[in-house]
Structures are given as C-alpha cells and as structure tokens.
C-alpha cells in the first residue's frame, strides 16, 4: 500500500499446559513458553508497531506473593524492548545463582513474567495516541483473586459511549479515547458479579454470553483472569480473524495462522479458525472447550486482510492475492490495447510482489495463447530460429521503482516538503524505452493518493513512457473503516473526493447539502445508523468515470504523459477471497448499524469542515 494507512491490532494467547519441569525436561529451558510468546509476536510485528505490552498469570501461588504481572512499551522496537527487559531479569538472577535456570520452582518464583498463562498484544493506534498507557493489555486488580482480569484485543467498537452510559460512569479523557477501557468496565463488573454469584468458581462461559452482545464492532480479544482461566472471543461476524493450535503442552490463540504454524512447527490443518461468535476457553486445570457463546451473524470476515494486513506467509493469503492479480489481467489486456511487446509490467510497493506474480501469469498465459495462434498459422512455412523466437518471447517485467531509504524532510515549507517526497521511489534508468513503452505498475490499493501524485507518477514519468497504467488490486476505497483500520475520515480518500469532484464538474454541489440535510434529521431524530446515506452519492457515477476523475487527480498538472487507473471489481474481490466477504470500505454494506451511523458522522464532520474521527 503506497499511501501507509494504520490498521489491524496482534493478539498473541499461549497457555502452558504442564509443570515448567516438563519443558525444561523436554526443551531444555523453564523459558520455553516466553520464548514462544516472543516468537509468536515477533511474527506478527506487520499487526502493530506504535506499542506492545505483555501480561502473565501465575497459577497456585502462595497468598502474599504477586500473580499478575503486565509490562508495556510504545517504544520503537517495543517488542524487543520487552523481551530484553525480561532477559535482564534473568540474567541478574543467573549472575550470581548460575545453576537457577535448572531449578524451575525457583525460577518460577523470582522471574515476574514466567507464568503459565501469557497474554500479548501489539498495537496500531487508531485513535491516533502513542501513549503507553493506551497500550494494551489492560488490568484490573482485586484483592479477591479471581477478581483480578486482563484484556487484550484487536478491535474497535462503536458504542463505546452507550457502554458508559450503561454502567452510568462519566469517562474522563482517556476512557473516551479508549476502546478497551469500556470493554473492561463491562467485562470486570460482570466478573465481580459471576464471582459474587459463585465464589472462587465464576463461569466464565455464561460471563461472555452476557457481555459480547453489548458490543458493537468488530473484535477479538483475550483474557485471562487472576485464578488462571483463560478465554479469547471472537465478533458476531468474525470480522477481526483468530486461529487458535492445541496439543498436549500448550494452547495457543493469534490473530495470524502462518504465526501460529511457524513458532510451533506444525501444519496448516492443526491450525483451526476461531470460528464467528465463538470463544476458546481455558479452565484452571488446563482443560478447554470451544463454544458458540453468542447468535453467529452474517460471515463479514475483513478482506483487506486478504488484500494487504495478514503476512503472505499464509499459503492460502498467498494464493489469494495471486489471484487478485490475476483477476485484473482482461481489464489491462485492454487497456494496453493487447500490445505486450512494447509494455513493461512492474509493482509498487514490495507488499504487492504476489498480486504482480499473479498478473504476470495472466499475462503469460495470454501471450502463450498468441503463440500457440502464431505456430498454428505458419503451417510448415518456419524455420528452427522463426520457431525458436517466438517460443522465448516473454512478458516484460522489470524492477522499476526502487524505494528508497526513508526521506526525513527537514523543511516545513510545504514547496520544499514536496520536492523531497517525490524522491521517496527512485527509478531503474534504461527498463523503458522513451515514447514508445507503456508502464503497467500494480499497488495493493489506494487510498489517500497522495504518494502517488507526489511521488510514484512523478518518477515514473522520469522515465519519459508512452503511457502510466496504475493497477489497484483493491477495488475503489469509498467508505470508512470502523472495526479496526485507521480509515475514520471521507476526506481522506480519493475515491470520495473524485465523486464530489464529478458533482463540481456537473454542477450538482446541491446533492451534497442535500445529503448533509438529510444525515443531520436522521441525527436529531437519533436514527444515524439506519441508513447509509453516503451511498446515495456514489449513485451520481459509474465506477469508471470514478477511475477516470482519479486518474486526473493524481496527475501532476505539468505532465504531459497519460495516466490510468484500474480497480479490481467487487465481484472478482470476492472470487478471489470467498472466505472473506467483509466489503464495507468498498460497498458501504456495513455488518452492524454502528457502521452506518459512523459513515454518516464522517460525512457531516467533511460538509462541516472537520478534521475528526466519525467515531
């Protein structure tokens, strides 16, 4: 994605299932379980990179003694950051008591984080705030016990304010800005009241089946209590992707199946998806269970995790995004006017390698097609090099933007800024021949536009081709996100500015006051969330006079070389994520009313002139 938007949080869950004498035995090191819970976060490092924190639970300790430990960082290299800590703690401990890593009771007792349940978390801000204390998991403390609770999750919820007002709590700053803070007030208050009811014993089962459905948005998340249990729900919808592993030493829980497989070795099938509305439970003995504890709703799994968030490590996210490259092969085919020869094929950024290797194989199997037409024709009229030629023609692919390290401007002056954010890409001079090659360059998707205004197109056009093809292997981003992605303002995205801008041209600014009338007597009559309105706007135009209009906008006004962009088409989204029907930033068919009352905000805060979130 060349316009870096921040999205999707990584939750990491492992819950040790024997004594730590058995791993020392077994793997030769008490550390076996953080040593995985590193790992397993490590190979999430793509879900969240302003923060990470760690909780763990100790199980069967003395009364006096600390159970529940938790450390934070919003950091750089936060992950690292809290790993070392730990490391330090244990070689302080080893300096002077070598032979301790081989006592595991002892280590149990004096390192704070070797626990049998470990919760981790790594954070994209959404709200935009980078403190640490917005850093998850959250805790709760009790002097009971079992009172004592940490959260963690990948989600977003768009009734946080109505969950204050539920529990009748005023939130200050920080709560309004907090998602997982309503979320734990609702999750401990149950706890308290699950306790109350049955002493030392609450059922957590029944707990979550009172709570999830006061949520509104899309979430996975994971806790554990002070008393050893365990849990990690999933939404309605299943929004928010989890995948859970379980074996005789351990159950795990992460937001990414190629995380799971490569920290435990293991293979596709013994990875299971926490399916939608379900809630993986882990009692203090260790035992488990796996259960609906809410009504599944329609499936919406998020397909921009398909599209660009989850690791390509994944085979099928793997084969899917080929796919995705693939399904744009006909539309590019007419747009070069099928002229491969004189057409050079390139992606931008790495992330949209696969979605180029699957329209390089559209291209491919086209030109195979011509060639086998060629052969056919000749009859016996060929010779062993005319034969020989047209059997080694290929594709034309070649690296042509570079990025380049980071460019840190060091001038206000938006002239100077500009000027130094157009040598973010740097090109391979010599891959096109000038005036005569068409560029056919694939992004994951766009969204804001501007890198590619002030930077991609400007470079490419260093090179002097015939034409600039811009490929989107996403469809057109028209909506906001409010499940997860930091995608909360309409102005931000060029698809919607290119709608207004066709409302400009036409002279229909009307509509757009219409429209804004209409959101805010929806508002006063507190029905926002019934209706999508803003889809009403995109009803003016076609998808392609959107492209089109695009397409001017993103090209510098003193470049004389055409630019055009493809999207991929909903229907072959789809096609090639069946699994992963989520489609609202696309759509506008949100899986939840908070969706539409979030869109309808976000269109008020544009017509208002406000630069703010619509949730």
Sequence with gaps: ???????????????????????????????????????????????????????????????????????????????????????????????????????????????KFLGELLLGHLRYGTQGKNNVAFCHPFIKRHTITTRNLALAGNFNLVNTEELFQKLGIEPGPFQKQSDLAAMMEIVHKRLVEADEQSPAKPDIKQLLKDVIPQFDGGFVVGGITGDGVGFVFRDPHGIRPCYYYIDDDVIVAASERAAIRTTFNVGENEVKELMPANALIVYEDGQYEVSEVTEPKERKACSFERIYFSRGSDEKIYKERKALGFNLSEQVLKAIDFDLKNTIFSYIPNTAEVAFLGLQKGMQMYLNKVKIERILSWGKDFDEEKLSEMINRRIRVGKIAIKDVKMRTFITEDASRNEMVQHVY??????????????????????????????????????????????????????PDCYGIDMSKLGDFIAFNAAVEILKDRGEEHILQELWEKCKDLKAKGLLHTENVVKQLYKRSTTEEISQKIAEMITPKDLNIPVQVIFQSIEDLHKACPNNLGDWYFTGNYPTPGGNRVVNQAFMNFMEGKNERGY
């Design 1 to 111: 994605m060349s316009d870096p938007i921040k999205h999707e949080c990584g939750l990491a869950f492992i819950r040790l299932r024997k004594p730590f004498s058995h791993y020392l035995k077994k793997y030769g090191t008490v550390m076996w379980g953080l040593n995985k819970l590193y790992l397993l976060m490590e190979k999430q490092h793509n879900r969240g990179q302003d923060g990470a924190g760690i909780a763990a639970v100790k199980l069967n300790v003395e009364p006096g003694h600390p159970f529940m430990h938790r450390i934070r960082s919003a950091e750089p290299q936060a992950i690292s950051l809290l790993f070392q800590t730990i490391a330090e703690e244990v070689n302080e401990l080893a300096k002077y008591n070598p032979d301790i890593v081989n006592h595991p009771g002892l280590m149990k007792g004096h390192v």
């Design 426 to 479: 740097d090109v391979t001079y010599g891959t096109v021949r000038p005036g005569i090659d068409t560029i056919v360059v694939i992004d994951d998707s766009i969204v804001r536009g501007t890198t590619l205004k002030q930077s991609i197109i400007k470079m490419l056009a260093r090179l002097q081709p015939k034409k600039i093809i811009i490929l989107s292997s996403a469809p057109q981003i028209r909506y």
